[in-house]
Antibody, heavy 120, light 110 residues
């Protein structure tokens, strides 16, 4: 049973950098069958795809966030990470990590999500 | 890359069928047969209901079905039940290993 678990601070200050980690258990992050992605959802709003990474380290970002986002992978620890810099209140959201099936381009397993609040 | 367009809300009575639309562009929904749908109950993570336009993962009820025509995808829920009351979001592959989501639709069971 695959499990994804997000971890990181729940409160960060505006203009600073958010760092989150997604630890994968019950499966290998080094599988060629999957990407690993980050998605966020502001309170009361829809989902927004942030970006994804392949085990090789290849990254793909939402063009609207690309200048502020970095996603990395650590295959030795079976985890991947997200950094978002120059934070504003608009970055307040529940942040989810998810597994993306390459063949179906579908996000089939999700973490429980973690709420990040950006304070001024 | 603009968000896909979904109606804000759809409602129906128990036992009825409802359909949720998801309109994109020729850069996403219209080009790729990689449309998926998610169900999300309050405070919970999204759950995959449909992938590849009309395929259901193991364990998902056959009351949920998907289709696509041109730039618009649709999710139909048949035999509406109280437990179906939730938010539903569509998602489409948009090329270059990027994805785009819809704004979400709140389904109310009357």
């Amino acid at each position: 049973q695959l499990q994804l678990q997000e971890s990181g601070p729940g409160l960060v200050k505006a203009s600073e950098t958010l760092s989150l980690t997604c630890t994968v258990s019950g499966g290998s992050i080094s599988s060629s069958s999957y990407y690993w992605g980050w998605i966020r959802q502001p309170p009361g709003k829809g989902l927004e795809w942030i970006g994804s990474i392949y085990y090789s380290g290849s990254t793909y970002y939402n063009p609207s966030l690309k200048s502020r986002v970095t996603i990395s992978v650590d295959t030795s620890k079976n985890l991947f990470s997200l950094k978002v810099n120059s934070l504003t209140a608009a970055d307040t959201a529940v942040y989810y990590c998810a597994r993306v099936v390459v063949a179906a381009s579908a996000l089939d397993d999700w973490g429980q999500g973690t709420l990040v609040t950006v304070s001024s | 890359q603009s968000a896909l367009t979904q109606p804000a809300s759809v409602s129906g009575s128990p036992g009825q069928s409802i359909t949720i639309s998801c309109t994109g562009t020729s850069s996403d929904v219209g080009t790729y047969d990689y449309v998926s749908w998610f169900q999300q109950h309050p405070g919970k993570a999204p759950k995959l209901l449909i992938y590849d336009v009309s395929e259901r993962p193991s364990g998902v009820s056959d009351r949920f079905s998907g289709s696509k025509s041109g730039n618009t995808a649709s999710l139909t829920i048949s035999g509406l039940q109280a437990e179906d009351e939730a938010d539903y979001s569509c998602c489409s592959y948009a090329g270059g290993s990027t994805w785009v989501f819809g704004g979400g639709t709140k389904v109310t069971v009357l």
